[in-house]
């Protein structure tokens, strides 16, 4: 077995050698990669029982490999990874030439979203802890000159491709009259919009986004009207450089965005029902659920980190963010506070180390119970070609 691990490693460090570039007049091909492994060590207290453990992630959730093939103005790109086996597949369409100016189609990443620093946790960068992520999702997305619309599929194509919009007792479908079972549809939400503006320069990169979707309810087990929720974003962020330093920020406001997979701090802490599901639907006081009484969740979250790189090989960085919601009709909601120091230490063009330690309170939960609290340190190690 040892043996096996060693090989394994040594292949992925000749991994660049045999990187690959191909042009032949109008045609190019363009094999790249992004391997990585990591190693944290997590002391973590929750509602007062403390608990150890040590492991990685990172290998499995974000290592990739990737070809692009172009023509002329089309592109087309293929990601594959092992936590999710087609992570990217879409065709690219540069209207006149430009590279500012061009069409989308397929599964791509998200752009209501701006995130960064945090490399624990399979590169959590303060999701839920100050910031909102980014999904890879099926979409039709059109850009020109920093501006960019993207019409979403959030559940079309399967589980890799689908949002967070499948609470217990609460499907997403139409609804048998008779037997209040749930029928198959071939849409199970409506598209999504987003909208992203970005602004660069030699010193700065600021972006504004925002986005839009609504998802209706059906009580596949009592004979309720059906309820429709609105999920929705808006926010900013970017990254100021001054000479070798850089800040990062942002900040935003949304409501439901569970549903969209922006946010999940609050999936199991808003109120508790079974297989620990996020419910929209505030339980009676007999703790059973019902449609009468739902209630939109709000959030809000904010995020800063600076950093500095010295020889242009050590790039030490710190960062705090810090996210809360609210909503009507509930005893207490759930915030979450998170911290991270770390240093990207790049050894050469393809190969980095990036140590880190890292804090994550997360407050209080529905009911105002103290939640606890995880401490993080190790290090991740990157081979990008």
């Known amino acids: 077995m040892k043996k096996v691990l060693f090989s394994l490693i040594m292949a992925l460090f000749a991994v660049p050698v045999f990187a690959v570039e191909f042009e032949s007049g109008e045609f190019k091909a363009n094999i790249y990669g992004e391997i990585y492994g990591d190693a944290f060590y997590t002391y973590g207290e929750s509602y007062g029982q403390s608990s150890n453990s ?17 023509y002329g103005n089309v592109s087309a790109t293929f990601e594959a990874g092992l936590g999710d086996p087609v992570r990217k597949y879409f065709l690219t369409y540069r209207i006149g030439g430009a590279d500012d100016h061009y069409l989308v189609i397929g599964r791509d990443t998200t752009i209501a979203a701006y995130s960064f620093g945090m490399v624990s946790n399979d590169f959590q960068a303060l999701n839920d802890l100050g910031t909102l992520a980014d999904n890879r999702r099926l979409q039709i997305r ?20 689908a949002d967070n919009t499948d609470d217990t007792g609460y499907k997403l479908s139409d609804v048998n009259e008779t037997t209040n079972e749930a029928l198959s549809t071939p849409f199970n939400v409506l598209p999504r919009v987003e909208l992203a503006y970005t602004y660069t320069n030699d010193t700065l990169e600021f972006k504004v986004f925002g986005a839009y979707g609504a998802y209706m309810y059906s009580d596949n087990s009592h004979a309720f009207s059906d309820k429709v929720f609105h999920s929705y974003n808006i926010g900013f962020g970017g990254q100021a450089d001054f000479g070798n330093s850089f800040l990062q920020f942002t900040g935003w406001y949304g409501v439901n965005l569970d549903l969209m997979d922006a946010l999940s701090n609050y999936k199991s802490r808003v109120v508790s029902i079974q297989n620990n599901k996020f419910s929209m639907f505030l339980p009676d006081e007999n703790g059973t659920t019902t449609t009468t009484q739902a209630e939109n969740i709000q959030s809000a979250g904010a995020a800063i980190g600076i950093g500095h790189t010295f020889n242009e090989k050590y790039t030490p960085q710190i960062g705090v963010g810090y996210t809360l919601n609210f909503g009507d009709g509930y005893e207490k909601m759930d ?32 009911y105002g119970a103290k939640e606890g609290y995880d401490f993080i340190a190790g290090a991740m190690a990157s081979v990008v070609f």
């Open 335 to 366: 915030d979450s506070l998170g911290a991270y120091l770390n240093c990207v230490i790049q050894i050469n063009d393809w190969f980095a180390i990036t140590p880190e330690i890292a804090y994550i309170n997360k407050m209080q939960d529905s």
């Open 142 to 161: 059109y850009g020109v000159k920093g501006f960019e619309l993207a019409v979403i599929f959030p559940s079309l194509g399967g589980s890799w491709n």
């Open 54 to 70: 040590f492991g990685s992630q990172a290998f499995v959730g974000s290592s990739l490999l990737g070809i692009e093939l172009s």
